[in-house]
């Protein structure tokens, strides 16, 4: 991708259901220009727009974080069977003690107790496992884009930020549930399409979408991958912070350009932050300029990823992002 497809992938990142006249306003550019990009990037699987459930708030899963470890020789066999799960969001092989990483969306907690104890342990090649769950996410990918664009244009496309009192779970009613099914299948999909196939009219769809993201219960994402981005290092980082400056540490690094993902976890490590940057340099740099400086850090291991299987419900073949999983 040249200078102007990141400028657009970044743009759409922001407001992933903006319009081609939307994006061309803010970043400058022709509406026919941007449509004809971003039309071929999507058609060429460089780029999907889908839709991410809050979790926690929405009652749609309890996300969780799985480290494993393999038989030699066997980390692409076992990295296809844990891509082949429905709730499986994300598959990554990684450098380090473990082998892959994997974060499950089991319905409950006991749907995850099972996973573990039985589901997972019966995959050929699989060793070990340790598990990490989420209690609460700082930021998560739907809401990261490439830093390609000005304060400006980041304020002319990003919807008004939500309030801060939103409750920890809200739910979703039947026909919510059906219309974030339709938006984790396609993200842009219109709000006549959406009024079509669910029987409502144009209004009611476009009100109950808006509802929807507004109230952040479901997150639209455009998915691409970093390294067609000019980031070509991706790194996980599991860090052990003092519990009193747990909440203060995970908002600042939500902040960082560079954090893809920050949450908090159980397990030996309580916060889990996924970054992507151009070179290893950069990354030395967040390591000693970023975290080197937030003094409730005791400890930090840091693990690259090497490969994505999957993403966001959504299978890899090479950098290119096929269709969410059936």
């Known amino acids: 991708m040249d200078v102007l497809d990141r400028r657009l992938v970044a743009a759409l990142q922001v407001s992933p259901r903006a319009s081609w006249g939307e994006i061309g306003r803010a970043v400058g550019e022709h509406e026919r220009t941007v449509a004809r990009r971003l039309q071929r990037l999507i058609a060429d699987g460089v780029v999907r727009v889908t839709a991410i459930y809050d979790d926690l708030r929405t009652g749609h899963g309890r996300p969780a974080h799985l480290h494993v470890q393999v038989r030699p020789g066997t980390a692409a066999q076992?990295?296809?069977?844990?891509?082949d799960r429905r709730d499986t969001r994300s598959v990554y092989a990684l450098t380090g003690a473990a082998d892959l990483a994997c974060e499950l969306v089991p319905p409950s907690?006991?749907?995850?107790?099972?996973?573990?104890?039985?589901?997972?342990s019966e995959i050929d090649g699989v060793l070990q496992t340790q598990t990490?769950?989420?209690?609460?996410?700082?930021?998560?990918?739907?809401?990261?884009?490439a830093p390609f664009?000005?304060?400006q244009e980041v304020a002319e496309l990003r919807p008004a930020p939500p309030p801060h009192d939103l409750p920890d779970e809200d739910g979703?009613?039947?026909l919510e549930k059906e219309i974030a099914e339709l938006l984790a299948a396609d993200g842009r999909a219109a709000f006549t399409t959406i009024a079509e196939r669910l029987d409502l009219s144009v209004p009611t769809a476009r009100r109950r979408v808006g509802s929807l993201i507004d109230r952040r219960l479901l997150l639209p994402r455009a998915e691409v991958e970093p390294a067609?981005?000019?980031?070509?290092?991706?790194?996980?980082?599991?860090?052990?912070?003092?519990?009193?400056?747990?909440?203060?540490?995970g908002r600042r690094l939500a902040e960082h350009p560079n954090v893809r993902y920050c949450a908090a976890t159980s397990g030996t490590h309580s916060l889990i932050v996924q970054v992507a940057?151009?070179?290893?340099a950069d990354l030395y740099r967040f390591m000693t300029d970023v975290l080197g400086?937030?003094?409730?850090?005791?400890?930090?291991?840091?693990?690259?990823?090497?490969?994505?299987?999957?993403?966001?419900?959504?299978?890899?073949s090479g950098l290119l992002t096929l269709e969410k999983t059936p």
């Open 277 to 280: 940057v151009a070179h290893e």
């Open 109 to 120: 907690r006991q749907d995850l107790h099972t996973i573990l104890s039985h589901d997972i």
């Open 293 to 316: 400086r937030l003094d409730e850090i005791t400890d930090s291991d840091l693990t690259l990823i090497t490969r994505a299987y999957k993403r966001g419900h959504l299978h890899k």
């Open 78 to 83: 076992v990295a296809r069977s844990l891509t």
């Open 132 to 145: 990490q769950v989420v209690l609460h996410t700082f930021t998560t990918v739907a809401e990261w884009h």
């Open 172 to 174: 979703l009613s039947p």
């Open 228 to 249: 067609l981005l000019g980031l070509e290092v991706e790194a996980m980082l599991w860090l052990k912070v003092r519990p009193y400056g747990l909440g203060e540490t």
């Open 149 to 151: 664009l000005t304060e």
